[in-house]
């Protein structure tokens, strides 16, 4: 999350970063979620935004079209 206190959001960006630069070709996910971090509980339409969002990449890649 961007409000952290455990993990500074530099980190997973530039974690994102080199793994964009490895993976020729290929998109990386870097999901933020601007309200969470360590101690906070995610509510119910967090996760559901989550999946949605995993879902919706893992098709895209998949080459699955969506809401034409």
């Known amino acids: 999350g961007l409000h952290d206190v455990r993990v500074p959001i530099w980190q997973p960006a530039k974690l994102a970063a080199r793994l964009q ?34 879902f919706a990449f893992a098709l895209w890649r998949s080459g699955v079209a969506v809401g034409e």
Do not use: C, N
Request: proline content about 3%; cysteine-free; glycine content about 14%.
């Open 21 to 54: 630069a490895a993976s020729t070709g290929h998109p990386v996910l870097l999901r933020i979620e601007w309200g969470a971090g360590h101690g906070h509980g995610s509510k119910r339409s967090q996760l559901h935004e989550e999946a949605a969002d995993l």
